[in-house]
């Protein structure tokens, strides 16, 4: 069953308030959109409502943090890295101080809303500062775990989630950690390389490949973009020489890049990347701009064939 | 001691750290409750520079109040130093918060005096910001914020030599009626002469002006204080103090 990722971290987040007694939620007005209010709800006196001034809720996070506490900060993420992005910046990433970014409604999720509520930027900003973490989980029980080794972190932590709903894709195995990469298909004809909710969209295109063209496809989740499981990367470059990055965010600076440059550096493989192709996206549904952008199975697979056939004239 | 570090470094901002020095030494030495052998001290108050750019003048004072050594003083925007012409908290003890960006310090001084409140602590939070910075936008944020959650701990000051890069405050974009203004937000407002001691003393004496709201003092001061060729000049907002300049100050403040 589809299930809404904010929904699972908002109860979560309430969850470990308990565990956690200086968790502070910090609130720009979006508090049923973010689902920090659940948070309100179980802890109303550690939640803090700012209204619409994001610079300044960054910055008390950092006055926060200073004082002890834990502020888990709560915006889109397109106001939260890019309204205060100096902010971010210079007064918590600098200091390394102790503050959580719970950026919702990453790539093109806000959907009709327009490309103003899209955050198509995000992971290139926020994996450019010095000091900063950056997690993009890809189902719920990934949002959960994301959250927990962030508060477990000490430093600052970028979390960009979707406001879509997705199926769960990991076993009851599975244990997230911050700089590691999960494994979620076998292969070494091909690596499909995802991060956020896109993990979805490469394991059924690994599974389409496999069923329909015989082709392993390896699948590689990154939820944590920055620190990047370089060995990880490395080794599905050296063993597949054909690697396939998958981003709902601009193929400037995301998730393609990262692994461009520990590619690059290596020489061992051919990188295409698959993302919003430096545009700002017309006006759609989610569901419609992923489609647009490209972001679904079957043209996944299709620019995968296509990679792979044009891997005998490299 | 601000004029050898300054001369030694050939570079940072002179004019407004002469203005605010005043005030930073009346907090020092005569307002807050501080341990320089325990820096770290729970119940300690906050001083946060917004104003980062007057470090010299901050490191100065950390120097006279036993936090810094006169050494280190000297190696002010040296090659390697842990000295930066804008103070980072983890190299320089008794700096709470790496400042230099103009309209951070209010913010970053309403969570520190957020969260003693909901410790239940008695700590006081002094921010010290330029008259110029307060041209940011983020500075009202906090202004509304601080009032609305009765931030009555919090302290901001101004050092309101009316200068900033450019010119004059009141050319370059005006600030009057500037009590009017904090007060309108919420703020209990008292305006002294940053440079009269017994009024800098007296005005942090009963901190906060009025129960739930928080304090702001506007301190009247001048750009350049003390050096006869500085004074009230804003091109010595950021020139370094060279040369035949450099020989005028210190004889200046020898005399003095």
């Not at chain 1, 520990?262 to 993302?275: D, H, M, P, Q, T």
């Not at chain 2, 609305?148 to 974009?173: A, C, F, P, W």
């Not at chain 2, 904090?182 to 906060?208: A, L, T, Y």
């Amino acid at each position: 069953m589809a299930k809404s990722l904010r929904l699972e971290y908002g109860k979560h987040l309430a969850r470990l308030g308990k565990k956690y007694p200086n968790l502070v939620a910090l609130e720009a007005d979006l508090k049923e959109s973010t689902q920090s209010v659940q948070f309100e709800q179980a802890y109303p006196r550690r939640y803090i409502e700012f209204g619409v001034a994001e610079q300044n809720m960054v910055c008390v996070a950092a006055g926060l943090a200073l004082g002890g506490k834990i502020p888990i900060v709560h915006s889109f993420a397109c106001f939260i890295s890019m309204r205060a992005c100096e902010q971010i910046r210079t007064s918590i990433a600098y200091p390394k101080l102790n503050v959580k970014f719970m950026a919702s409604h990453a790539g093109v999720s806000a959907g009709t809303a327009g490309v103003t509520h899209h955050a198509i930027e995000d992971i290139a900003i926020m994996r450019a500062i010095p000091n900063m973490t950056v997690l993009a989980p890809g189902d719920a029980r990934e949002v959960r775990e994301a959250l927990e080794v962030a508060l477990e972190h000490k430093g600052p932590v970028y979390i960009r989630i979707s406001a879509s709903e997705v199926e769960d894709v990991y076993m009851v195995s599975h244990k997230f950690s911050i700089g590691k990469a999960s494994e979620l298909r076998k292969g070494n004809d091909l690596a499909i390389i995802t991060t956020g909710t896109m993990v979805h969209e490469g394991v059924l295109a690994s599974d389409t490949l496999k069923r329909e063209f015989g082709i392993n496809a390896r699948v590689l989740q990154i939820a944590s973009i920055k620190p990047i499981d370089r060995d990880s990367i490395i080794k599905a470059a050296k063993e597949t020489g054909c690697v396939l990055t998958i981003e709902e965010h601009n193929i400037i600076g995301g998730l393609g890049s990262a692994v461009c440059e520990i590619v690059s550096e290596i020489g061992n493989a051919r990188v295409k990347r698959i993302g919003i192709t430096d545009h700002f996206c017309e006006v759609g549904s989610f569901r419609y701009l992923m489609k647009s952008e490209g972001l679904i199975t079957e043209m996944i697979v299709k620019k995968a064939l296509d990679f792979k056939k044009n891997e005998a004239w490299a | 001691m601000m004029v050898h570090a300054l001369v030694q470094a050939g570079c940072g901002h002179p004019g407004g750290a002469f203005s605010s020095v005043d005030i930073m030494i009346g907090l020092y030495f005569a307002v807050m409750k501080l341990d320089c052998n325990n820096p770290h001290w729970e119940e300690r108050d906050r001083f946060i520079l917004s104003k980062g750019h007057s470090s010299v003048a901050f490191y100065s004072v950390l120097s006279l109040a036993g936090f810094l050594c006169h050494e280190s003083l000297m190696t002010f925007r040296q090659d390697g130093s842990l000295l930066s012409g804008h103070p980072d908290m983890h190299k320089v003890p008794g700096v709470e918060a790496s400042t230099g960006s103009l309209g951070h310090g209010l913010s970053i001084g309403a969570g520190l005096a957020l969260s003693g409140k909901m410790d239940r602590k008695k700590y006081r939070v002094f921010v010290l910001m330029g008259d110029g910075e307060t041209q940011e936008g983020s500075v009202w944020e906090a202004a509304m914020f601080s009032r609305h959650y009765k931030l009555d701990n919090l302290v901001g000051i101004i050092d309101r030599n009316k200068l900033q890069i450019d010119g004059s405050t009141e050319k370059i974009m005006a600030l009057e009626p500037y009590r009017a203004k904090w007060k309108s937000f919420g703020w209990e407002v008292k305006v002294i002469d940053g440079h009269n001691m017994r009024q800098i003393v007296n005005v942090f004496k009963n901190i906060p002006f009025r129960k739930g709201a928080p304090s702001l003092v506007i301190a009247n001061t001048v750009k350049g204080k003390g050096i006869s060729f500085m004074e009230d000049k804003p091109e010595w907002h950021g020139r370094p103090l060279k040369g035949r300049y450099a020989d005028i100050a210190r004889q200046e403040i020898e005399c003095f």
